[in-house]
C-alpha cells in the first residue's frame, strides 16, 4: 500500500500507514523505513527525512542497506545538499557485497550527479 501511495504522490498516507503501524506495535522492517524515507525526501523535506533515519539507527532489527543509502543520496542531490549526498554515497560503497553489479550502476550514476567523477 505504501508503494501505492508513493506512485500516487499521496505522501500524507505513507506517513498514515507509518502511524498505524507504530500504535499497533507492528514492527517497520527495512523496506518500510526505505518507504518512509523516500516519501518524506520527495516532500522535499530535509529533515523529516533525517528523523526517519534517526529513528531507524537504534532499531536493532534493521540494517540501513545500500539502497537506503542510494535514496538517500538521490533526495539530497534533488534538494541541492551535495555534501550531504557524497557522504551517503560513501555509505553506499561500503555496502555492496557479492557480486551484484545493480548497486554499482546506482553508485556511479549517483556519483555522476553529483559531479563526482572519482
Not at 516532500?43 to 542510494?70: A, I, L, Y
Not at 539530497?76 to 555509505?91: D, F, H, T, V, W
Request: hydrophobic share 35%.
Amino acid at each position: 500500500m505504501m508503494t501505492l501511495y508513493m506512485n500516487l504522490k499521496e505522501y500524507d498516507k505513507v506517513d498514515s500507514i507509518i502511524s498505524e503501524m507504530m500504535e499497533k506495535n507492528i514492527q517497520l522492517d527495512i523496506y518500510s523505513y526505505n518507504i518512509w524515507l523516500s516519501s518524506r525526501g520527495s516532500q522535499g523535506s530535509e529533515e523529516r527525512m533525517e528523523q526517519v533515519f534517526e529513528q531507524m539507527k537504534p532499531d536493532r532489527t534493521v540494517n540501513p542497506n545500500w539502497t537506503t543509502f542510494s535514496m538517500m543520496a538521490t533526495m539530497y542531490i534533488k534538494m541541492g545538499q551535495l555534501e550531504k549526498a557524497e557522504a551517503c554515497l560513501k555509505k553506499v560503497e561500503s555496502r555492496i557485497t557479492g557480486r551484484d553489479r545493480i548497486p554499482y550502476h546506482y553508485l556511479l550514476s549517483l556519483c555522476g550527479n553529483v559531479g563526482n567523477k572519482e
